[in-house]
T-cell receptor, first 107, second 116 residues
Framework: GQSLEQPSEVTAVEGAIVQINCTYQ??????LSWYQQHDGGAPTFLSY????GLEETGRFSSFLSRSDSYGYLLLQELQMKDSASYFC????????FGKGTRLHILP | GAVVSQHPSRVICKSGTSVKIECRSL??????MFWYRQFPKQSLMLMAT?????????EQGVEKDKFLINHASLTLSTLTVTSAHPEDSSFYIC????????????FGPGTRLTVT
């Protein structure tokens, strides 16, 4: 089967940088995605890594290492609006989500 | 582009009744749609994969006779929760994959179901 592990909660200060790690187990997949979800809302797509390495999209970057079964999401210049849950997800014929990391941002 | 809608956004029903949730791809065709369920402060759990014109594929542990899925057209999939109970109260989210595109899925805004 497929499984993903990520920290349940992370706290950071406004303006700082935070990294959310994700480790996974799978026999095969197309890539690793990251989604953001605010309370009461649907998940919104942030980033996708099909290949090893770093993908940068504005303040958000995501990294994948297939050999280490590991990825991370890096959020820079944190803003209060970034307070949300962040999910890593394995993308195969379907998308399997991790349990999510709740990001708390302190002013 | 690539907008997915769900209707209704919120629904309250009485225990024992059935409720239907619609998922529509508004500006693209979706051969495959997915249904997820999310309980408070938990992850999105895939319930089933819905393919146009064929039977849905349910994930392990999901009762196919309770959660009826119909994908009758390339733009519409429906999830019917039959004989709903309070424990079925949850956030139901659909996603749709663009026909011919293996990778991209677009998520709907979700439907909040409360069973009283």
């Amino acid at each position: 089967g497929q499984s993903l592990e990520q920290p349940s909660e992370v706290t950071a200060v406004e303006g700082a940088i935070v990294q959310i790690n994700c480790t996974y187990q799978t026999s095969g997949f197309y890539g690793l995605s990251w989604y953001q979800q605010h309370d009461g809302g649907a998940p919104t797509f942030l980033s996708y890594n099909a290949l090893d390495g770093l993908e940068e999209t504005g303040r958000f970057s995501s990294f994948l290492s297939r050999s280490d079964s590991y990825g991370y999401l890096l959020l820079q210049e944190l803003q209060m609006k970034d307070s949300a849950s962040y999910f890593c997800a394995l993308r195969d014929d379907k998308i399997i989500f991790g349990k999510g990391t709740r990001l708390h941002i302190l002013p | 582009g690539a907008v997915v809608s769900q209707h209704p956004s919120r629904v309250i029903c009485k225990s024992g009744t059935s409720v239907k949730i619609e998922c529509r791809s508004l500006d693209f065709q979706a051969t495959t749609m997915f249904w997820y369920r999310q309980f408070p402060k938990q992850s999105l759990m895939l319930m089933a994969t819905s393919n146009e014109g064929s039977k849905a594929t349910y994930e392990q542990g999901v009762e196919k006779d309770k959660f009826l899925i119909n994908h009758a057209s390339l733009t519409l999939s429906t999830l019917t929760v039959t004989s709903a109970h309070p424990e079925d109260s949850s956030f139901y989210i659909c996603s749709a994959r663009v026909t011919g595109n293996t990778y991209e899925q677009y998520f709907g805004p979700g439907t909040r179901l409360t069973v009283t």
